[in-house]
């Protein structure tokens, strides 16, 4: 009787102090924000079906850096821009705020368990093997595997050219630049030739093309819905699900998959026998072999991991890291390429002067001797610098991450904020638990970094530095949170950077871009990364077209 006595009274406390911890945990209840539409979709259709970042641009406008919005079941989130907070989230803190996990399903499903899926430990390992694949000398060394891929595209272009009337043509140029990066990215990085800019591709290119857009793009109602709700479904549950489901855009990744599982596990035995033979070459995956084979066997990746890897962008685990370098490297640089030219054509004048100085260069390298232009050519370089950093500013390949916090924690606040109740808050107190939206895209158009004009795509900014505000340190490259920050921050920004500079250069040296009427129908489309897409053609994936022809030379 004692003992039973003992225990309900036990059970009763531990009930009340439930009820406790429940009612006095942080709430952000009080952060203004927009009323949702939907109790079961919350503000989420707002953020994915409508162009990337034009809800993002208002609620900054109407609320600043730290919005409170709706999940479904009128689950409370932050939406975050602020730089203080942000830069807390990603470099302070990081790993207290993982991946939600059902975005973390989503990075499986097209990259394995490489490092976009890793957390925690797990993540630390991987990276920690995979860095120094990815340093300074590394990747300039593989810029003139760039260059010869961005050659490539011009001897397409210059044949397409010849013969037409009136010196002009009409090309997609996405559907040019992405194979020509997928087989620069898969030279670079794994020293292999993938065939997609041969006429029939091959069964790795197949399984790359159009890939984010097939499965990601213009989510239903119906898939916004069913992907958020497996916030509350177990992850190996969620796995199998993901794995067997039938689907368009499961089918496509399922494929996306055994293609590269394929190609990874020929190129690991490859690099491996090639390193036992003290044998080896300068590509990500050789690096990347002989620094795994260099760890002790509690940090040494598996095979799965380096295939996934592969696929993505950076052995279970080698095979993994494949899948994550092909993914990341290919989508991310063939979309800024796009968009950067669109703008350019859009932008005569900075097309003009980018080419001037692209063009002077040029008769520098050939009076020196060389042949091509080198990474110092490039830094030497002031408004080639300018564009490429107003492009990644404007243009973020990805509008969005997610985070949840692990723990209850304070976010500090960049700039003070008026609560629905009145009172001024300078940091925002969040439960443990809690769902983030980290607007890359609000955070690289905020008029506090980057001057009243943040809305405009204006190169001459990086140029004078009182036209931008630089305080809280945020992104790895110029500030800029297109490649994140902190210990998320992505692996390959520099091989980025020297990538779109060599096919950036190349094209706009040999071509004039101009826009077409079907510009008006251009749409940033969200599929994890922003692609260009006609209205009323997603079917036919991205698109993005531009009247084409030589470029004036004044030589």
Not at 96 to 120: H, M, V
């Amino acid at each position: 009787m004692g003992a039973l006595l003992i225990t309900a009274v036990l059970g009763g406390f531990s009930l009340l102090y439930s009820i406790y911890r429940f009612l006095t945990r942080p709430s952000v209840s009080d952060i203004p924000g927009p009323e949702s539409k939907s109790f079961w979709l919350g503000h989420l259709p707002e953020l994915f079906q409508e162009q990337a970042g034009e809800t993002d641009f208002k609620w900054q406008e109407e609320y600043g850096g730290i919005v409170r919005v709706k999940a479904p079941f009128g689950e409370d989130m932050l939406w975050v821009s602020d730089p203080k907070a942000l830069q807390y989230v990603y470099q302070t803190s990081g790993y207290n705020f993982p991946k939600q996990p059902e975005r973390r399903i989503l990075s499986r499903l097209i990259g394995d368990t490489g490092l976009t899926w890793a957390e925690g430990d797990v993540h630390k390992r991987q990276r920690k093997v995979m860095l120094p694949a990815f340093g300074t000398p590394e990747s300039k060394a593989l810029l003139p595997v760039f260059r010869h891929y961005a050659e490539q595209v011009t001897l397409k272009w210059k044949d397409l050219l010849t013969g037409q009337k009136d010196g002009s043509v009409v090309l997609n140029v996405h559907e040019f630049v992405a194979p020509a990066t997928l087989e620069a990215i898969g030279e670079a990085a794994f020293d292999y030739k993938l065939g997609v800019l041969d006429d029939e591709a091959s069964e790795l290119g197949k399984a790359y093309s159009n890939l984010v857009a097939t499965i990601f793009s213009a989510p239903s109602d119906k898939k916004i819905f069913m992907q958020n709700i497996a916030h509350y479904v177990p992850m190996r549950l969620q796995e199998f699900l993901y794995d067997h489901l039938p689907g368009k855009g499961l089918d496509k990744a399922r494929f996306n998959r055994a293609a590269a599982h394929k190609v990874a596990n020929q190129l690991l035995d490859m690099k491996t026998e090639a390193l036992l033979m003290g044998k080896g070459n300068r590509d990500i995956m050789s690096i990347l072999v002989k620094a795994n084979a260099s760890e002790n066997e509690t940090s040494r990746l598996s095979h799965q991991e380096i295939v996934s890897q592969m696929r993505s962008r950076a052995d279970t685990n080698l095979l993994s890291h494949t899948r994550t370098i092909l993914l990341a490297g290919q989508e991310t640089t063939s979309n800024t390429l796009s968009w950067a030219l669109m703008e350019l054509a859009r932008q005569p004048h900075i097309q003009t002067r980018l080419r001037k100085e692209v063009h002077a260069m040029e008769r520098t390298i050939r009076e020196r001797g060389d042949a091509d232009f080198t990474v110092a050519d490039f830094e030497a370089m002031p408004y080639l610098q300018a564009v490429l950093r107003e492009i990644l500013r404007f243009y973020p390949a990805v509008p969005h991450t997610y985070r949840q916090s692990l723990h209850d924690d304070v976010l500090p606040l960049s700039k003070p904020i008026t609560t629905r109740s009145g009172k001024v808050i300078n940091e925002v107190p969040i439960r443990a638990g809690l769902r983030l939206i980290l607007s890359v895209c609000a955070y690289n158009r905020d008029k506090e970094v980057w001057g009243e004009d943040a809305q405009v795509f204006n190169p001459d900014r990086w140029l004078d530095s009182s036209k931008t505000k630089r305080g809280t340190t945020v992104g790895v490259f110029s500030n800029l949170l297109t490649f994140a920050g902190g210990v998320r921050a992505c692996i390959g920004w520099r091989f980025a950077i020297y990538e779109v500079q060599a096919f950036l250069t190349e094209l706009v040296s040999n071509f004039q871009f101009e826009l077409t009427p079907d510009v008006s129908r251009v749409k940033k489309t969200q599929a994890i990364v922003m692609v260009p897409t006609l209205e009323g053609e997603l079917e036919k994936g991205v698109q993005l077209p531009l009247r084409v022809s030589i470029a004036p030379r004044e030589e």
